[in-house]
């Protein structure tokens, strides 16, 4: 990763030097050829280049500044990415990370637990008979189905003489399931994202899930029934895990095939199972559906979110959706006597800290060149006057500061390190500026902090410039408004 960034920064280096280069080459021509036709032009310029480059060598020297902070921050760019890379790839880490998949839980599902003997008869011609009587009842396994399956209960091989052959029976009795829909599914989720602001690699959800199924009897006898809850996938760990039938706990050893109730349901009995479990997970929440095609009699699943989320594709649309004032956000999905093939899936907005670190540092250089505008402007409009070496020492702090922002996130969380890194950048701006500049400064120092935002940068970012234009830029027909804003009398002004 180091020599990748090296490489690139000497890449870099080479295109200046040659652009450089190319400039220098360029003005030789241009004097070599002027000097061909007008050697005294050449001379009264030469003469005169001192006088005019006096009043423009201090900015020039700003415009080297400014190429200097952007090179500086493309550096920290280049480190920062470089060595949360060796993160993202390394085998061990001092934080615990989430599972990367989306998590699904699987719908449970009900049967009734019968029994049915399968009868299969089979007539032996004498030649076969010697043979059984030597190798025994495995001389007619290429005659006969595999009888070695789970759902066997009970096998019983008998033979009788019909003549000269022997007739062969075996009565297999096999245990079924009949599915059953279940008569009512009450489903609550609740999925709080954290965003790995202050700490981890990507987005993270904490969830917890409590459902209530009741399964009734129809039959007119007494029956075996049989419920089984699946365990979700991409669920890492799960706590607080409570599976209840009709109120009493119900422990299992074997999860293999998830949490499983067998038990005996009266004639037009019920009985109601209760599943509770929290666990983390990530990038999205699935509810299935269609993993066995049976009627939905009644399904009530409510999903609380403190983020408003996508919805996968080809999935259940919610029937209700709601919004609160502080961002939660809640789906619901209320479902009676239908067959569906569609999931309930829903995907979050998730923030890679990588991502967003790619994304500040690539707008950096921006954010020095908005500071720039802004404070012009805002000179221009009041009045100010700002010397070049204000200009070059104001630049430098604040990318400087900005530079510190990217290293700072080696050490710190990423929220504190760019909040931090992005007050000592305005500071020293306005350390060389001047009070009157923290409009401005604070103005584009916010253009930085906008990328802290998931899902609202966009937004942050056309309201802070829609600021900056109204507080910053002449508008007469809004004199009326800035008249009731305190504002500094004209003849206070003066040289910061």
């Known amino acids: 990763m180091l020599s990748e960034a090296l490489w690139r920064v000497e890449s870099i280096l080479g295109s200046l030097a040659l652009g450089l280069a190319g400039v220098i080459v360029l003005g030789l021509l241009v004097i070599v ?20 480059l006096r009043p423009l060598g201090a900015w020039i020297v700003f415009a080297i500044v400014v190429a200097g902070g952007v090179f500086v921050l493309h550096i920290v760019e280049l480190s920062t990415d470089a060595r949360f890379v060796a993160m993202e790839y390394a085998q061990n880490t001092s934080g615990a990370d989430s599972d990367a998949t989306s998590m699904v839980q699987g719908a449970p599902r009900a049967s009734f637990i019968t029994q049915k ?34 759902n066997v209960t009970r096998l019983v091989d008998s033979f009788r003489r019909s003549g000269r052959n022997v007739v062969f029976q075996r009565d297999a009795t096999l245990q079924i399931e009949e599915p059953i829909k279940l008569d009512s599914s009450t489903v609550d989720a609740t999925i709080d994202l954290v965003d790995p602001t202050f700490g981890g690699r990507r987005t993270y959800y904490r969830a917890s899930f ?35 039938a009709d109120g009493k706990p119900i422990t299992v050893s074997d999860l ?4 499983v109730w067998d038990g005996t349901l009266p004639q037009d009995g019920t009985a109601t199972f209760e599943i509770a479990y929290s666990n983390q997970g990530a990038r999205g929440w699935s509810y299935r559906l269609s993993g066995r095609r049976e009627p939905i009699a009644k399904l009530d699943l409510a999903v609380h979110a403190n983020r408003a989320p996508k919805f996968a594709r080809y999935s259940l649309f919610p029937t209700t959706v709601s919004h609160g004032i502080g961002g939660d956000y809640t789906a619901e999905w209320h479902l009676a006597n239908v067959v569906t093939a569609q999931d309930v899936g829903l995907v979050f907005s998730r923030l890679d800290v990588r991502e967003m670190l790619a994304k500040i540092f690539t707008f950096a250089p921006v954010a020095i060149f908005v500071g720039i505008l802004f404070v012009g402007v805002y000179a221009a409009r009041r009045g100010y006057h700002i010397a070049a070496w204000q200009a070059s020492v104001a630049v ?41 500049f923290v409009l401005p400064v604070v103005l584009a120092t916010l253009t930085m902090l906008a990328f802290l935002f998931v899902t609202n940068t966009s937004l942050l970012l056309a309201f802070d410039c829609t600021a900056a234009l109204w507080l910053l830029v002449p508008m007469p027909g809004l004199d009326f408004v800035r008249d009731l804003l305190p504002r500094t009398r004209r003849d206070d002004r003066s040289t910061p």
Do not use: M
């Open 33 to 52: 050829v002027v000097g061909v036709f007008d050697r005294d032009r050449v001379r009264w310029a030469f003469a005169a280049l001192p006088l005019a």
């Open 117 to 150: 003997t399968y009868r299969r008869i089979l007539t032996i011609p004498p030649f076969l008979i010697g043979r059984i009587s030597t190798e025994g009842v495995g001389a007619l396994a290429p005659y006969l189905t595999e009888p070695s399956t789970e």
């Open 210 to 244: 409590d459902g209530k199924y009741v399964v009734h009897n129809p039959t007119g006898r007494e029956a075996r029934v049989r419920f089984t809850f699946p365990l979700p996938t991409g669920s890492g760990t799960l706590s607080q895990v409570r599976f209840l």
């Open 256 to 259: 293999t095939n998830g949490y």
């Open 396 to 436: 430098s702090g604040y990318a400087l500061g900005l530079a510190l922002a990217g290293i700072f996130t080696w050490y710190l969380p990423l929220v504190i390190g760019i909040a931090l890194g992005c007050v000592i950048a305005a500071a020293l701006a306005l350390r060389a500026l001047g009070r009157p």
